[in-house]
């Protein structure tokens, strides 16, 4: 089955900075690969995803960009705010064979004010 | 609110005693997952329907736990002679076909 690793498991940037989170997979027929936030307590909303026919995708301030033969897909967000801080987890899935969507184990992102 | 409702948001229970969760996903999604998540771990697949009929369950998934969904719309989850390993926020999410998936607020199980 697949299998989804992301890090850094925590991030602590300056208000402004910029995070980049990483996740590496292993089943080379994923072709789908959506990123969730999840505040305290809350449920994990989408925020962006991506598709294997794209390298990069943008929204306002997050972009994801995937490298297919790398087997590897990264979050970028720029300009940080404190409402960016909390835990970010991207995930994968073989829309053609796979049902159900592999997550990583999660990054704590930290924007000091 | 048309998302994923779950019910109830916080359960207490003992050890040994049987707890059901339900969940109520956005109308006119076929697909409904359950996912296990414990403190800063990310989702855990459990078991998974298109519309009635329960496709995949996750080797995580023992015989205490049992998901139903009889009629293709709302779904239970069942946990039997809890144990408190079975402490953890149980997801419930959904979706149409292969779009994008949403997720509920989560049952909060705590077994004492």
């Known amino acids: 089955g697949e299998n989804v690793e992301q890090h850094p498991s925590t991030l602590s940037v300056q208000e402004g900075d910029s995070a980049v989170i990483k996740c590496t997979y292993s089943?080379?027929?994923?072709?789908?690969f959506p990123w969730y936030k999840q505040e305290l307590g809350k449920r994990p909303q989408l925020i962006i995803d991506i598709r294997s026919n794209v390298g990069e995708k943008k929204d306002q301030r997050i972009a994801v960009t995937l490298n297919k033969t790398a087997k590897h897909f990264s979050l970028h967000i720029t300009e940080t705010q404190p409402e960016d801080s909390a835990v970010y987890f991207c995930a994968a899935i073989n829309n053609n064979a796979g049902n159900m969507l592999t997550f990583g184990g999660g990054t704590r992102l930290m924007v000091k004010p | 609110d048309t998302g994923v409702s779950q019910d109830p948001r916080h359960k207490i229970t003992k050890r040994g005693q049987n707890v059901t969760f339900r969940c109520d996903p956005i109308s006119e999604h076929n697909r409904l997952y359950w996912y296990r998540q414990t403190l800063g771990q990310g989702p855990e697949f459990l078991t998974y329907f298109q519309n009635e009929a329960q496709l995949e369950k996750s080797r995580l998934l023992s015989d205490r736990f049992s998901a139903e969904r009889p009629k293709g719309s709302f779904s239970t989850l069942e946990i039997q002679r809890t144990e408190q390993g079975d402490s953890a926020m149980y997801l419930c999410a959904s979706k149409r076909g292969n779009e994008k998936l949403f997720f509920g607020s989560g049952t909060q199980l705590s077994v004492l």
């Open positions: 089943d080379s027929a994923s072709n789908y």
